[in-house]
DNA sequence: CTGAAAGCGCTAACAG
DNA sequence: CTGTTAGCGCTTTCAG
């Protein structure tokens, strides 16, 4: 019956004929000290007799700490997010902190989405986000909220990050193609005003160059988005050449399976005719047909050390912003195949 | 320079030289209407100067609604499960409302997990964790905390809940492969402790039935969970059975794909040798060789339908408890094919 | 229509 | 070691 509204710390001290000061600090790892263990004891017996628990809005208010970090996430159903956001979340939670996440792909504009936020008071927030605009990351920096970013790294690399090495990625992909034997290797870029698109092209360009290949055997199409239509879209394109490729490389698996479709339509085989390297290992790409060769990236860890930046940059005033690298590794599958030529 | 802290009500309300509580209702759309006009105009400037953000954890400290809504999902990066939260967060974020995510597998104990978002004062929780033991729901009851059932069901159907027909589900894929000619056909059934792991087997069990199959010829054999490796064991035990079954329709697509596992283990061909059928229509199982028939739920409607009726349970009191029941609908790829028999 | 006053639940000085 | 006091930023009576 006793629907009683939440027990407050007042109920616990009135309870124990103490001082709703002394719960507080009984209740309080920090300030335990402070009190005498016999009370301590009582007050908790008391506290959780009558179900008591904390109500953090409150301490917030009063401490100005909210406990809740904000994550914006270009696209939540991307299958690409959920290990790096699990990452982030697991971490926070065991922190005592809590995630409030938030699709920037769906409702108003992503300056609206961080006010929100910043009206809830969140204590940070983990940036996801696709485009890299300076006005967001001003935003933030003019509301002086502690910001990291995963997944990603702004052009002047001036925010804490976590990211995988694009670079290096491109680099063993390329490589591996390169000891199959493939002199034409097209690339499928993807969008270049977020990093991972502009990284992965520029580690791409690099990569070929130092294979001693030119650029008219590597050709490069753009895609605006990463979706599996535009890579689709771009593979035809590169198909299409003069010069046709005996190997693509895609920026990302989504692009990679575009490729494939690609293949259907012209009548091609992968990778008998063609050779196919992915990014991401997203989930299941072992299962796809031929079994796709990928950069494994580490995501889950990615959203690890995101999440750890941020509490570091929450804690420690201005520790100069920090970059984590998570290095990537090939895997190989069923895509990629020596070139007869 | 002035990177003061986040102007409050007070600072609106001094620079309009008016008092707080007049910002208060200026403020509010719901008060608006009690204040002349000119000076809500007058505020609402002063207040964009400043760039003041209402404090949503002040607000809710005084109003007990703090606008945030719990989530319990079993594990973010099931790859079924981004579409449902995408469909709940966008749902609520349209309302006005922030979306905590926890992920139950990794921390501690669910009711604890339950416990931190009370103390964080959410007005209601969307519960889409796996096992349905009573003691999770009753302490939300205990609590007074609307919650709402998200691809599950419970047991005494007394909570709102949407969810697919599970039931109707396994019909069109037994179906399908009753019209295909099978006649032996056996079923990986998914955790029983679970909704969709018991309904999707009664639903197989009465759709055989009506078939007129024995239940000699229509073998169940059960997973402890939902994963790609107990799906291969399972599809197994089914494959060495005295009577080989033609075709397995599996509870899950993840088993699918490990029913596929095992397909390849004994040397059989899918769908030549076994034809398969997958329930969910997970990202990319059109990719997988063979392209995976399946039961396409709407999972982003079932997770709009969730928030929308956690909202309704939230604002009227006890309106009788519904259940949102969305049809699934069969997606014939090449995993099935007609009987040789 | 606007001001005054009180208080949501908690913590942090400051006394004692 | 414990009680007192004050107040975080907001809403909401109650007056006027």
Redesign the interface.
């Known amino acids: 019956m006793a629907?009683a509204?939440?027990p407050t710390i007042k109920d616990v001290a009135a309870r124990c004929g103490v001082h709703p000061s002394t719960v507080s600090r009984a209740l309080s790892p920090a300030m335990k000290h402070l009190v005498a263990d016999d009370v301590a004891d009582r007050i908790k017996a008391a506290a959780n007799a009558l179900g008591y628990?904390?109500?953090?809005?409150?301490k917030?208010?009063r401490t100005?700490r909210?406990?809740?970090i904000g994550v914006l996430a270009p696209?939540?159903?991307?299958?690409g997010?959920?290990?790096v956001?699990?990452g982030i979340?697991?971490h926070l939670?065991?922190e005592g902190y809590?995630?409030?996440?938030?699709?920037v792909g769906?409702?108003g504009s992503e300056q609206d989405l961080v006010?929100?936020?910043?009206?809830?008071?969140v204590d940070g927030l983990v940036l996801a986000t696709v485009t890299l605009r300076d006005d967001v990351v001003k935003h933030c920096l003019d509301?002086?909220l502690p910001v990291v970013l995963v997944n990603r790294v702004d052009a002047a690399g001036q925010l804490p990050s976590a990211a995988s090495d694009d670079v290096a990625g491109m680099r063993l992909a390329v490589e591996h193609l390169v000891a199959l034997g493939h002199q034409r290797i097209g690339h499928v870029a993807g969008p270049q005003h977020v990093s991972t698109g502009a990284r992965r092209r520029a580690g791409f360009e690099a990569s070929v160059r130092d294979a001693g290949l030119s650029a008219r055997h590597t050709p490069v199409e753009t895609v605006e988005a990463y979706t599996r239509a535009a890579g689709r879209e771009a593979a035809l394109r590169l198909l299409a050449r003069r010069i046709r490729p005996t190997a693509i490389v895609a920026a990302n698996d989504l692009l990679a399976?575009g490729v494939?479709d690609a293949l259907a339509v012209r009548g091609l085989a992968c990778p008998h005719d063609v050779s196919v390297v992915g990014h991401n290992d997203?989930?299941?790409?072992d299962?796809?047909?031929?079994p796709l060769t990928t950069i494994r990236i580490a995501q889950?860890d990615m959203g690890e050390a995101a999440a750890r930046l941020l509490l570091a940059r929450i804690a420690g005033p201005e520790a100069a912003s920090e970059h984590i690298v998570l290095a990537p590794q090939l895997i190989i599958r069923g895509s990629t195949i020596a070139c007869g030529h």
């Open positions: 629907a509204s939440r628990r904390l109500n953090m809005a409150a917030g208010l100005g909210s406990g809740l696209d939540i159903a991307d299958p997010f959920p290990p956001l699990s979340t697991d939670n065991a809590a995630t409030i996440v938030v699709d769906s409702n006010d929100r936020l910043i009206a809830r008071g509301a002086a399976l494939y997203m989930p299941f790409v299962m796809v047909a031929p889950r």
